[in-house]
């Protein structure tokens, strides 16, 4: 099916239309769609042809021109489409609009397993394929016969469409009163009017969403809901309807009737991938994704093998932490659609391996995706995490590296790539990567900064226990990286404490051995203590350790001095 009229063909049709007088004349023009058709090849297209016939039939000339099969078929077949296929939604109002009518009938038809036809219609407006009314079912042994009941019920819908254009200008004016006087007085006419109801909900809605107090916001969300409670017993598929109530109920406190709204709104629109999104992720936050589940199972049982549904069913199981089912239904969408094996196909499969404990799985899914989006940075990053998480730290570091090569800017990789080396212990790598994190275009440099804080930090305590002067060495480094891509006094009191460990134990191995260098690290050390203690001093947190500190740093340097001036002749 096209997703779209080609334009320039459509409106040369259009054109091309014969302008009959009682075209002109009429008060309006209807057209009818091809039906959506179940169960019999060509019955959507005999369906719309026998109505248009009932509708002739049913409409005086003055009151209504129906567009003959022939204009309509002409404009589908200069456009590129079928006159046998039924439309999309979106292309039957362009269609519409370019055959100038006013309103359209549109719906299905299926074939019972008893050879019966059953016609589900509705009339839309051109001008916004949102607002429509719902029409009976009707159900005969011939098409023709199903049509005739519709088209009597196609006359009675349109008296409310004076009432309804009336409410929706008035309300556009500002005159809310008389649009609802419009509204009501339709219903008047028409019993089941759902348009103009839809009008009325509108002009509530409105108000709520203007209110400033609570109370304003809940008393016009009740006049709201009464009114789409109505629409819902005419129509229980008005996404118009559904999309209110799933907010109005919100303001009633009642998230029970919100999320039933809002599971209606699939059931009642299952193809609007936007709305199924937006549905999925209001389920989701309110930690109730769970109860679409049941949903999508029956959308599969209704259409098996579409592409769409199974999207919808995979996005919706992983969305309610369902693993098992989507770890099932993931390669069957890509059997029934290739292209749906994207990038985040793979990420989300390998993450339902993960949340199941099959880290091959896992593992086999992300590398399958790396095969084919070998430059896709989220792809490798993904990839990378799962190997770190395997214990492969080596391999997770080279995929990182192409990660950040596919993505130079990109914070979360350098920072994964930075711990990959913290947890080999490489930590000159480790600071060269921090460092050149910090360097990018609009980097947060805090963040690069607190990381290695925290390993300098978490380097500084693993010294304490070991007493190695190297292993408070790789402290400092770790420090003075954070400190000079954002300076602090935690770092530099750190790199003092380290630094006078360092000279402490410098010095003792200098005075038995009578080393120079090891002198000299003692004296350079001793100054880089009082260095960073002193800027310890100026924090609370830090202050009575480093005066104490401090107090023995005069009592070492004169020793030290002369440690240098005997070894280091």
Same mark, same amino acid.
Not at 522 to 543: F, H, I, N, R, V
């Given at each position: 099916?096209?997703?779209?009229?080609?334009?320039?063909?459509?409106?040369?049709?259009c054109?091309?239309?014969?302008?009959?007088t009682?075209a002109?004349?009429?008060?309006?023009?209807?057209?009818?769609?091809t039906?959506?058709?179940?169960?019999?090849?060509?019955?959507?297209?005999?369906a719309?042809d026998?109505?248009?016939k009932?509708?002739?039939?049913?409409?005086?000339?003055r009151?209504?021109?129906i567009?003959?099969?022939?204009?309509?078929?002409n404009?589908?077949?200069?456009?590129?489409?079928?006159?046998t296929?039924?439309?999309?939604?979106?292309?039957?109002k362009?269609?519409?609009?370019?055959?100038?009518?006013?309103?359209? /009938?549109?719906?299905?038809?299926?074939?019972?397993?008893?050879?019966?036809?059953?016609?589900?219609?509705?009339?839309?407006?051109?001008?916004?394929n949102?607002?429509?009314?719902?029409?009976?079912p009707?159900?005969?042994?011939k098409?023709?016969?199903?049509?005739?009941?519709?088209?009597?019920? #196609?006359?009675?819908?349109?008296?409310?469409?004076?009432?309804e254009?009336?409410?929706?200008s008035?309300?556009?004016?500002?005159?809310?009163?008389?649009?609802?006087?419009?509204a009501?007085?339709?219903?008047?006419?028409?019993?089941n009017a759902?348009?103009?109801?839809?009008?009325?909900?509108?002009?509530f809605?409105?108000q709520?969403?203007?209110?400033t107090t609570?109370?304003?916001s809940?008393?016009?969300a009740?006049s709201?809901l009464? /009114?789409?409670?109505?629409?819902?017993?005419?129509?229980p598929?008005?996404? $118009?309807?559904?999309?209110?109530?799933?907010?109005?109920y919100?303001?009633?406190?009642?998230?029970?009737?919100?999320?039933?709204?809002l599971?209606?709104l699939?059931?009642?629109?299952?193809?609007?991938?936007?709305?199924?999104?937006?549905?999925?992720?209001?389920?989701?936050?309110?930690?109730?994704?769970?109860?679409a589940?049941?949903?999508?199972?029956e959308?599969?049982?209704?259409?098996?093998g579409?592409?769409?549904?199974?999207?919808t069913?995979f996005l919706?199981?992983?969305a309610?932490n369902?693993?098992?089912?989507a /770890?099932?239904?993931?390669?069957?969408?890509?059997r029934?659609?290739?292209?749906?094996?994207?990038?985040?196909?793979?990420?989300?499969?390998a993450?339902?391996?993960?949340?199941?404990?099959q880290t091959p799985?896992?593992?086999?899914?992300?590398?399958?995706?790396?095969?084919?989006?070998?430059?896709?940075?989220?792809?490798?990053? $993904?990839?990378?995490s799962?190997?770190?998480?395997?214990?492969?730290?080596?391999?997770?570091?080279?995929?990182l590296?192409?990660? #950040?090569?596919?993505?130079?800017?990109?914070?979360?990789?350098?920072?994964?790539?930075?711990?990959?080396?913290a947890?080999?212990?490489?930590?000159?790598?480790?600071? $060269?990567?921090?460092?050149?994190?910090?360097?990018?275009?609009g980097?947060?440099?805090?963040?690069?900064a607190?990381?290695?804080?925290?390993?300098g930090?978490?380097?500084?305590?693993?010294?304490?226990?070991?007493?190695?002067?190297?292993?408070?060495?790789t402290?400092?480094?770790?420090?003075?990286?954070?400190?000079?891509?954002?300076?602090?006094?935690?770092?530099?009191?750190?790199i003092?404490?380290?630094?006078f460990?360092?000279?402490?134990?410098?010095?003792?191995?200098?005075?038995?051995?009578?080393?120079?260098?090891?002198?000299?690290?003692?004296?350079?050390?001793?100054?880089? $203590?009082?260095?960073?203690?002193?800027?310890?001093?100026?924090?609370?947190?830090?202050?009575?350790?480093?005066?104490?500190?401090?107090?023995y740093?005069?009592?070492?340097?004169a020793?030290?001095?002369?440690? #240098?001036?005997?070894f280091?002749?």
């Open positions: 099916m096209k997703s779209r009229f080609s334009l320039a063909a459509a409106i040369l049709a054109l091309a239309l014969p302008a009959a009682q002109q004349q009429a008060k309006t023009r209807i057209t009818v769609m039906f959506q058709s179940q169960g019999e090849k060509g019955a959507g297209a005999k719309a026998e109505l248009r009932r509708l002739s039939d049913e409409f005086d000339s009151d209504a021109y567009l003959p099969t022939k204009d309509v078929t404009t589908l077949e200069q456009s590129g489409f079928s006159p296929d039924p439309l999309a939604a979106n292309d039957e362009q269609l519409a609009n370019l055959l100038r009518a006013d309103e359209y /009938v549109t719906g299905t038809i299926t074939k019972t397993p008893t050879g019966q036809y059953t016609v589900t219609p509705k009339l839309v407006l051109s001008r916004d949102t607002v429509w009314q719902a029409l009976p009707a159900t005969a042994g098409i023709g016969d199903a049509m005739k009941p519709v088209a009597n019920e #196609v006359k009675q819908a349109m008296s409310q469409l004076d009432n254009a009336s409410c929706v008035k309300a556009r004016g500002n005159d809310l009163a008389g649009a609802l006087a419009a009501r007085a339709a219903t008047k006419d028409y019993p759902e348009m103009s109801r839809l009008c009325e909900a509108n002009i809605y409105a709520y969403a203007k209110a609570h109370a304003d809940v008393r016009y009740d709201a009464v /009114v789409t409670q109505q629409i819902a017993q005419i129509d598929a008005s996404t $118009a309807a559904l999309r209110m109530q799933a907010e109005l919100k303001v009633r406190g009642d998230s029970a009737q919100s999320r039933a709204a599971i209606n699939i059931r009642a629109d299952p193809t609007n991938d936007r709305l199924i999104a937006q549905v999925i992720n209001d389920l989701a936050a309110s930690g109730h994704a769970q109860d589940v049941p949903l999508v199972k959308l599969l049982q209704r259409s098996p579409d592409p769409q549904t199974m999207r069913a919706v199981y992983l309610a369902d693993f098992q089912d /770890v099932a239904q993931g390669p069957e969408l890509i029934a659609d290739t292209a749906a094996a994207d990038s985040t196909y793979f990420v989300r499969m993450a339902a391996y993960v949340n199941l404990n799985q896992a593992l086999q899914m992300l590398q399958q995706g790396v095969q084919k989006y070998p430059s896709n940075g989220s792809l490798l990053l $993904a990839y990378a799962a190997l770190r998480k395997a214990g492969q730290g080596q391999q997770a570091a080279d995929v590296k192409r990660a #950040v090569a596919a993505n130079p800017n990109n914070p979360q990789a350098l920072l994964l790539l930075a711990d990959t080396y947890q080999a212990n490489q930590l000159d790598s480790v600071a $060269a990567v921090l460092s050149r994190g910090a360097a990018m275009p980097a947060d440099k805090s963040t690069f607190q990381y290695a804080l925290g390993q930090s978490n380097a500084f305590k693993a010294a304490n226990a070991s007493k190695k002067r190297e292993d408070y060495q402290a400092i480094r770790l420090l003075q990286t954070s400190d000079q891509i954002s300076p602090s006094v935690d770092a530099k009191f750190l003092g404490a380290s630094a460990s360092i000279a402490q134990s410098a010095a003792q191995d200098a005075s038995s051995s009578k080393s120079c260098s090891l002198a000299q690290l003692a004296e350079s050390s001793l100054s880089q $203590a009082a260095a960073g203690l002193q800027a310890g001093t100026t924090d609370d947190k830090y202050k009575a350790p480093a005066t104490q500190y401090l107090q740093i005069p009592q070492l340097r020793p030290i001095s002369a440690e #240098v001036k005997r280091c002749k």
